[in-house]
Every structure is written in structure tokens, then in C-alpha cells.
């Protein structure tokens, strides 16, 4: 499998449906996301093709969303258990852009 951290992130939307992608050859990883009016990113959903776990893909997703949030100085709420989850393992992933009122830590 090529390296995740090569493919570029995509935004798609799907009616009301918003996602962050990675399209890979091997299937799409991807974080659904729902943005408010005072710009806040909600990350409420991620799925991994099984064929993909436990190869980077979900870090790779996770790193590419987290700077892409920061690249347009908006906050985030990790609703989603993986993201929740993964920012627990990386709290320097989450400096400076969750949304007021949400912690991740012990």
C-alpha cells in the first residue's frame, strides 16, 4: 500500500452530508463534519475501510483534518470516538484548535 500521508485531502459534500476524504485505491477513509454558523467543525463520524486498518490510514486522515482546521483558524469538537480517542494518544494534535468547553486528556 502506498503511504496515506501522500493523498491529498478532499472535502465532498452530499446533500447535507459533509466529509473529509482520502481517497485511496484500496477504498475512501473519511470524517464527517458539520460546521456551525460561528464556524466551529463538529467531527462526528470516521470510518476506515476495514481493508485499511491498522495502516496509518485513520493517523493520516487525523493529521491532514487537524491541520486543514488550523490552516483556516476555526475550532474543533471532537464529538467522534476515534478522533476523541486519537487526541488523547496525540494532545499536540489538538493544541489551540478545540472548540471552547472541549478537553482532551487523563
Given at each position: 500500500?502506498d503511504?496515506p500521508?501522500?493523498y491529498e485531502?478532499?472535502?465532498?459534500?452530499?446533500g447535507?452530508?459533509?466529509?473529509?476524504?482520502?481517497?485511496?485505491p484500496?477504498?475512501?477513509?473519511?470524517?464527517?463534519?458539520?460546521q456551525?454558523v460561528?464556524?466551529?467543525?463538529?467531527?462526528?463520524?470516521?470510518?476506515?475501510?476495514?481493508?485499511?486498518?491498522?495502516k496509518?490510514?485513520?493517523?493520516?486522515?487525523m493529521?491532514k483534518v487537524?491541520?486543514?482546521?488550523?490552516?483556516?483558524e476555526?475550532?474543533?469538537?471532537?464529538?467522534?470516538?476515534f478522533?476523541?480517542?486519537y487526541?488523547k494518544?496525540h494532545?499536540?494534535?489538538?493544541?489551540g484548535?478545540?472548540?471552547?468547553?472541549f478537553f482532551?486528556?487523563?
Open positions: 500500500m503511504n500521508e501522500d485531502l478532499v472535502l465532498t459534500t452530499v447535507n452530508q459533509k466529509r473529509f476524504e482520502l481517497q485511496l484500496q477504498g475512501v477513509a473519511y470524517v464527517e463534519y458539520i456551525n460561528q464556524g466551529i467543525i463538529y467531527l462526528t463520524h470516521t470510518e476506515v475501510p476495514k481493508q485499511l486498518e491498522g496509518g490510514v485513520g493517523t493520516a486522515l493529521k487537524f491541520a486543514h482546521v488550523r490552516s483556516l476555526v475550532k474543533l469538537a471532537p464529538l467522534c470516538p478522533v476523541a480517542s487526541l494518544r494532545p499536540e494534535e489538538g493544541a484548535i478545540l472548540a471552547p468547553g482532551i486528556g487523563d
